[in-house]
């Protein structure tokens, strides 16, 4: 768990076609796709958005309120809102599917580039060393 | 920042779910009518936004709700109570900014402390002092040499410090600085921290209206022709353009809730209020090509329902 205030920054535009909570909704995906928002980091309070962006508290609850009911956010009683973790959306063919696409692209990619599989699995592991990542859970091993 | 206001507010007397409520409110000055039976509610706790050209019965309006101007017909109620026989302590609770900020040239900012305090139960000192501060105002400064902006600041100043539940504000962002405009929105963002307070603000800057206003309302040459959630008013007004393969037809079919129609040389954009599946299909069958959705800015939604032509009141429902 992150739980620093997240750094990134809405901005918002009047006059345009899309109404001030869409553009909020919409930067706050974006910024989670991207990897700008992290799982579990907070969300600046609806108070100090409403301030911030000069509009009114409501346009900003509407806008929360949607991202929680997507599952974007996450509602914590009283400590405010939090990036949620992102939840598998692709069924587990379909991830398949997507990490042979992405294995097949690499692997030919490093051939090119005149790398043995040595070298190129010391590469990859290296990688993931720095990634730090968390054991799979239970199920996925293969 | 401006402080906290009214942490310690008293209990306030009645917790009706409308504070302001016009029926029929009509004004003529000599054979001119100013304001033609407006009918609307102002549901507590909104930011009221009541939009309209110069002259199209704004002030007028206000004037009559506060009980400053008799209507010719009609009538409306503030805080619960009839406008012709408001009480003074219910006169208290309402912050009212007239139009234009006139001030006393010759009194000095800090002496308007003193003068206003004596009219009203409630006076909160520090907010009328963080308040002008915030506009950068002295209190040793006559009043005569204030900006514009800075008298803006003092008006507000003085409606702060009563500690008001609902602001009546008459046009206040007119002709001030983008600083001052900034710091008027930024108080009144602030008000309504709490729930329980209602602004109600004539205005035609259209960007504030979209920053701050829950509800709108539309005032047109003396008539309203909306007056619905600001959300609700988003959803129903949409633009289409249709395409076609030379210049669109002058006549149009009758197009149920037509606000707007513009053509180009070979489009014809439209602003329709509630649109439905027939407008389309109308569309098509005077040649159109092919008819999009396009989004379209508050702003140009609003503006289309100002202007001499068209049936134009669709949004009438209070609240």
Known sequence: ?142 | MIRPIGLEDGPSTGDLPVVIQARGLTRYFGSRCAVDSLSFDVPRGSVFAFIGRNGAGKTTTIRMILGLLEPTRGSSTILGYDSAALPAKARARIGYMAEGHPVYAWMRVGQYAGFQRGFYEKWNQPIFESVIDYFAVSPRTKAGHLSHGQRAGLHLAMTLAIEPELLMLDDPATGLDPSARRSLLEAMIHFTRNRERTIFFSTHLLDDVERVADHVAVLDYSVLRVCCSADTFRERVRRLVARFPGEPPRKLPAIPGLLRATRTENELSLVVANLNSRTERDLQSIGALDVDEQPISLEDALIAHVGRQGDKSFFLNPA
């Open chain 1, 1 to 142: 768990m992150v739980n620093q205030v997240a750094s990134f920054h809405l901005n918002i535009t009047t006059g345009s076609g899309t109404p001030i909570y869409r553009q909020i909704v919409e930067q706050v995906r974006l910024a989670v796709a991207t990897g700008d928002l992290l799982p579990g980091q907070a969300m600046p309070s609806v108070r100090s958005e409403s301030d911030r962006l000069l509009v009114n508290v409501n346009t900003v609850v509407k806008a929360y309120a949607e991202l929680v009911r997507d599952g974007v956010l996450e509602s914590h009683h009283g400590k405010g809102f939090f990036v949620a973790e992102k939840r598998q959306v692709y069924s587990k063919a379909e991830r398949m599917r997507r990490l042979q696409l992405a294995v097949e692209s690499f692997v030919h990619e490093a051939v090119f580039l005149d790398f043995n599989p040595d070298q190129i699995r010391k590469a990859v592991n290296e990688k993931l060393a720095a990634l730090d990542l968390e054991p799979q859970p239970a199920g996925e091993k293969s």
